[in-house]
């Protein structure tokens, strides 16, 4: 199995609303957009990566990694409700009109720290296994949302009625198995892509993650514990 040509894109605006600047706040000395063009350009799997930002600094620090940066992205792709999916179509759109078409495309957010370059190669492999046009990386849950309440004036409420009493310490092999997307690594098929307009489209596969790759920061906490585990766990996030 070939992905043909592939792009592997890292968005990377600066106007984060919970974490201004988080893209290329350093991390054991090294920001998290230098961290995701490391990690990206080890894998060997892209044609060529591209950094979608709409800020100079952003911008100057991914052509100092050797990123060529030819366009910027558009303003109102870089607030909300602008999504990864708009700005990925931007990009691709962008590409094309220099004469660069691609089938596969690797999204790869820098806010996930810990991914490693075997990470994206794991994911690709599977991406070609299955046979699907749609994958993403996943870990499991470590709190069962199907054990959540439902805070209601003060009352409390199960979500999932049907699962009570059988989560935790309780649970048996009846229960499904639930992940959550952790950001680290989402591959498309460029062309049904275009067309859903989405990579929440079915059937979708999965790449599973252990929980000590997984953080996603988008918050000034989250960031406090990627140090702190980097700090600790140095082999963790030195690919």
């Known amino acids: 199995l070939n992905p043909g040509r592939v792009l592997g894109l890292i968005p990377a605006k600066a106007g984060s609303v919970r974490l201004p600047k988080k893209n290329i706040r350093p991390l054991a000395g090294i920001s998290l957009l230098e961290r995701a063009i490391h990690s990206t350009r080890k894998s060997g799997l892209c044609d060529r990566i591209s950094v979608s930002t709409e800020d100079a600094e952003v911008a100057r620090i991914g052509r100092k990694a050797g990123i060529d940066i030819p366009f910027m992205r558009p303003k109102h792709l870089s607030k909300d409700p602008a999504g990864v999916v708009e700005v990925c179509l931007n990009v691709l759109d962008e590409w094309e009109k220099r004469g660069e078409t691609f089938d596969t495309l690797v999204i790869l957010l820098p806010t996930s720290p810990f991914r490693k370059a075997s990470d994206i190669s794991g994911a690709m492999s599977a991406y070609l296994s299955l046979r699907l046009d749609f994958l993403m990386s996943v870990v499991r849950e470590t709190h069962s949302p199907l054990a959540s309440l439902v805070l209601d004036a003060g009352r409390l409420l199960p979500l999932h009625p049907e699962w009570l009493n059988q989560t935790g310490a309780r649970s048996n092999s009846s229960l499904p198995t639930l992940v959550r997307s952790n950001g680290a690594v989402t591959i498309v098929n460029v062309a049904r892509f275009r067309e859903e307009r989405n990579y929440y ?29 980097a700090l600790r766990h140095p082999e963790w996030i030195d690919d």
């Open 201 to 229: 489209a079915y059937p979708l596969g999965a790449y599973e993650m252990p929980v000590e790759r997984s953080l996603d920061i988008d918050t000034e906490l989250e960031f406090a514990f990627a140090e702190f585990l």
